[in-house]
């Protein structure tokens, strides 16, 4: 175990990625669990190792002009540190452009792109944290890279992130290491929508060489980036995709 003050964040951790990835991380990391759905966080406490040692923090990132003093506060109460993120939280948008209302781009930007800028700026202030944030890795997808009917805001949202996530390993090298893990279709709460549609399913089985992905594959990446083994990786995007991206011609 590392120092006993300093946890690892997961944000969105209620479900899916962050669930598998807090669960993961529970055996060797004391963790502080984000989510907006109280009773999905103690659902994922419950899961992990030693869950009496991890913490809850539950808020909604939409109010992010709380955000940052809400999570100050909650360290200060809680007598903890964070020497690591994982940026997990997220939420899809299908929408033509020309249905996009201002408050879709706020609300989708807010919660996978700005809430991360706010959470990072305050980590990497003296107070309360103590100068200890050493590794962030962000949740990114292959539509931060590539189109996608109805994905325009989501593709925006994601390529925002990972743009922050290249001048952030920048400015914070070589203390704090910075990666981004650019994902392909996962099979979590927010896929099932899609995935019940037969067609869709089919060419999901059809365009992954790999089959599709499990919250676990990327638990698995999440771990290796925040471990020594990656000590001499910082400011990448790295495809987790079943090889989905390896071939993106028309079928």
Known sequence: MPDSSCYTLITGAASGIGRATAIRLSATRKLVLHDRDGQGLKETRRLCASPEGHQLWEFDLLEIDKLSQALAAFLVEKSLFVDSLVHCAGIVTILPVKAVTYRNVQEIMTVNFTSAVEIVSMLLKRKPNGGNLRN????????????????????ASKGALDAFMKGLAVELAPTVRVNSLVLGAVKTRMAEQALADPEIAARYRRDYLLGLGQ???????????????????TGQQIVVDGGRTVDMSLK
Not at 145 to 154: E, M, Q, S, V
Not at 219 to 228: G, H, K, M, N, Y
Request: hydrophobic share 50%; charged share 20%.
């Open 136 to 155: 962030i890795v962000f949740i990114s997808s292959i539509w931060s890279k590539f189109g996608a009917r109805g994905h325009t805001l989501y593709s």
């Open 215 to 233: 919250p676990d594959y990327v638990a698995d990446a999440v771990e290796f980036l925040l471990s020594d083994r990656a000590r001499w990786i």
